[in-house]
């Protein structure tokens, strides 16, 4: 009996754990590039997108983070193929950035990160006007069925580019079903009151 309750508790959180695992490979970007594509502007003055480090918003230490000089004339793009499962609840978080370097102007549009799904515009910030503005982009996802799909990453401003924008600590996890972890969890909990049954 004790064999089974600990088969149960570790099949248990093997569950969760997997069930929590993030789809995005390199979200913190500390592999570099890699598994990222960068979608570059097809016109005559690329601000090609980096990557940088920063201190986001509640962080006590810096991250790394994809940094992008964006203007009207200079969109870019952050892609990555992304496996998921239909009927399935994908959530996304990412810490953003947008900081101005230039003096004097302090009015200066931040930019918009949007995101969007196999071509399904899921979420997007404006991170305003200012000096520098820190937030996080949010946004979940169902998707229909299951195969791989194309997660991108937009960032534009409406004017020329000026102020650089940050992303980074990037994930995109599905969300447990509440349905299977119940089940577990009666399950280990009736294997609990028989043991202590048998025991007395």
């Not at 570790?10 to 695992?21: P, W, Y």
């Not at 940094?67 to 998921?84: F, T, W, Y």
């Not at 534009?156 to 000026?162: D, F, G, K, M």
């Amino acid at each position: 009996m004790k064999k089974m309750l600990i088969t149960g508790f570790l099949v248990f959180t093997s569950l969760n754990f997997i069930q929590a695992q993030s789809v995005i490979i390199n979200g913190d970007f500390s592999d570099g590039l890699n598994n990222w594509t960068v979608v570059q502007p097809t016109n005559n003055n690329p601000q090609n997108g980096i990557l940088a480090q920063i201190q986001f918003a509640g962080e006590l230490n810096v991250s790394e983070a994809f940094s992008v000089h964006v203007g009207n004339n200079s969109p870019q793009s952050l892609e990555q193929l992304v496996s998921l499962s239909a009927g399935i609840q994908y959530d996304f978080y990412a810490d953003v950035a947008g900081v101005n370097y230039a003096n004097g102007e302090a009015n200066e549009d931040l930019g918009t990160i949007s995101l969007s799904i196999g071509g399904n515009s899921v979420a997007s910030i404006s991170l305003g006007e200012g000096i520098s503005q820190y937030g996080s982009l949010t946004g979940a996802y169902i998707p229909s069925q299951s195969g791989d799909e194309l997660l991108e990453l937009d960032f534009t401003r409406s004017y020329l580019p000026s102020p650089i924008d940050y992303i980074g600590n990037i994930s995109f996890e599905p969300v447990p079903e509440p349905s299977v972890c119940s089940l577990i969890e009666v399950g280990l909990f009736g294997f609990g009151l028989i043991y202590r049954k048998l025991k007395s």
